[in-house]
């Protein structure tokens, strides 16, 4: 039975410089897999998109190596997509370097992250043998095995992400500014949809109820009605003020004074 293949995924210098000291650090570690990179697995002459699709197919882990400045490249998001809807049983593992899951946004971060940390690499890692099927190996001797060649790979990632990142590797104050803009526009156009719908509702209500001769009070300006017209209820028409308008005004209707009656006499038989 072939071995269980682990699709290595990257993007821009510095995840591709991670993922190729990944694959020559895995193997050493979990014996039971393939390890398949396109930089360095691709045949030359090779029809590459073909082939980088049938691996992306039949792959058991993709893992997808995340920087600040790739994680919302097209190409990853889109091997990541392949790798996770081929079968429900492959499994989809971000990495991420220089960032938190919590720095994540957009289609890979539905996926459950690895963070760079030496405790988090090892129950990855274990992942993976998990999923060699037959080829997997005892925990405890992954373990023994991680613990001897991490010394190898962690200076050689430290080393890598010490390079220069680019200089859009985390958002200006200005496009963060602009994208808060965006969510309170949002937001105002979904607070004008509720008020057009709160005015059509009340139109509706005074159109029912007013022509039975039964005075309703005024619809006044409140602070979700602030520069919208004001309905009111004016001499048995329905009509809207002008925003600024005091519905309390004009038109209003004068409250009826009630006196006390004075009870009848006692008349005596």
Known sequence: ????????????????????????????????????????????????????????????????????????????????????????????CPILFGLRPTDVTGPL???????????DLLLLVKAINAKAGEDAEDEARVTRQFERVWPELQPKIDEIMRRASPAATRPSERTLLEELLEVVRGLRHSTDRH?????????????????????????????WTLGKP??????????????GSDALGQGRQPRRKFQRRKPPPDTKP
């Open 1 to 92: 039975m072939p071995k269980a293949n682990v699709l290595l995924s990257w993007s821009k210098d510095r995840s591709r410089a991670i993922a190729e000291a990944f694959r020559d650090w895995l193997p050493d570690v979990v014996h039971g897999v393939n390890v398949w990179m396109s930089s360095s697995d691709l045949e030359k002459g090779s029809p590459w998109l073909r082939e980088l699709t049938d691996q992306l197919a039949s792959s058991a882990v993709g893992v997808v190596f995340v920087t600040p400045e790739n994680q919302h490249e097209p190409w990853l998001i889109y091997e990541a997509g392949v790798i996770s809807r081929a079968v429900p049983e492959r499994r989809c």
């Open 109 to 119: 971060g539905q996926f459950q992250a690895t963070i760079w940390e030496k405790a």
């Open 195 to 223: 008020e057009e719908a709160l005015v059509k509702l009340g139109r509706e209500i005074l159109a029912q109820r007013a022509p039975g001769g039964l005075s309703l009070p005024n619809i006044v300006s409140t602070p």
């Open 230 to 243: 004001v309905l009111s209820w004016v001499d048995g028409q329905l009509v809207e003020r002008p925003p």
